[in-house]
T-cell receptor, first 111, second 116 residues
Framework: SQQGEEDPQALSIQEGENATMNCSYKTSINNLQWYRQNSGRGLVHLILIRSNEREKHSGRLRVTLDTSKKSSSLLITASRAADTASYFCATDPSSWGKLQFGAGTQVVVTP | GAVVSQHPSRVICKSGTSVKIECRSLDFQATTMFWYRQFPKQSLMLMATSNEGSKATYEQGVEKDKFLINHASLTLSTLTVTSAHPEDSSFYIC????????????FGPGTRLTVL
């Protein structure tokens, strides 16, 4: 079963704008991860946020986690055309590495 | 960062044949490897977990006799799709985790399987 639900399903923005996407999950977690996937390629790990953390930054990425609402958000600031990709959140309810992925948000950044 | 490779990257086969996909961790020892399947414009679905030297554990609904997994060494896991049919056409992605970093998985580039 799919643990995470993401919205929006698709997002189209212009270079320089910020992109925000959200992820909701159902069960308790130890951490939540965000991945990027370029079309037809493998996944690139972006950031991991632990359940005792509320916010984390990495370069132009900002991730928040609200365990009371079972939700997370990924913000990409000052987007670039190279940020065009699908973004997935993933949780591991089992703590055995069995990641459950959200449906993903397809982001298109136009120059 | 750690590198995981998959081979082949793309394969086309006839219905009824078997296809083997390799997943290798190039610069670290992967005690656990995971196999995912992704249909077009959909998310990744975990198929099975393989631990080196032991039998793979399959997720509900995944046929173990259909998708044979072997994890014979700490750097190689293979997925064999037996008697492939067109509905098996998909993007298969593996990931690998080392014993010291259970939170972090490194993903391969994926294998596009097309069954005619």
């Amino acid at each position: 079963s799919q643990q995470g639900e993401e919205d929006p399903q698709a997002l189209s923005i212009q270079e320089g704008e910020n992109a925000t996407m959200n992820c909701s999950y159902k069960t308790s977690i130890n951490n939540l991860q965000w991945y990027r996937q370029n079309s037809g390629r493998g996944l690139v790990h972006l950031i991991l946020i632990r359940s005792n953390e509320r916010e984390k930054h990495s370069g132009r990425l900002r991730v928040t986690l609200d365990t009371s609402k079972k939700s997370s958000s990924l913000l990409i600031t000052a987007s670039r055309a190279a940020d065009t990709a699908s973004y997935f959140c993933a949780t591991d309810p089992s703590s055995w590495g069995k990641l459950q992925f959200g449906a993903g948000t397809q982001v298109v950044v136009t120059p | 960062g750690a590198v995981v490779s998959q081979h082949p990257s793309r394969v086309i086969c006839k219905s009824g044949t078997s296809v083997k996909i390799e997943c290798r961790s190039l610069d670290f020892q992967a005690t656990t490897m995971f196999w995912y399947r992704q249909f077009p414009k959909q998310s990744l679905m975990l198929m099975a977990t393989s631990n080196e030297g032991s039998k793979a554990t399959y997720e509900q609904g995944v046929e173990k006799d259909k998708f044979l997994i072997n994890h014979a060494s700490l750097t190689l896991s293979t997925l064999t799709v037996t008697s492939a049919h067109p509905e098996d056409s998909s993007f298969y992605i593996c990931s690998a985790a080392s014993s010291g970093e259970s939170d972090t998985q490194y993903f391969g580039p994926g294998t596009r399987l097309t069954v005619l």
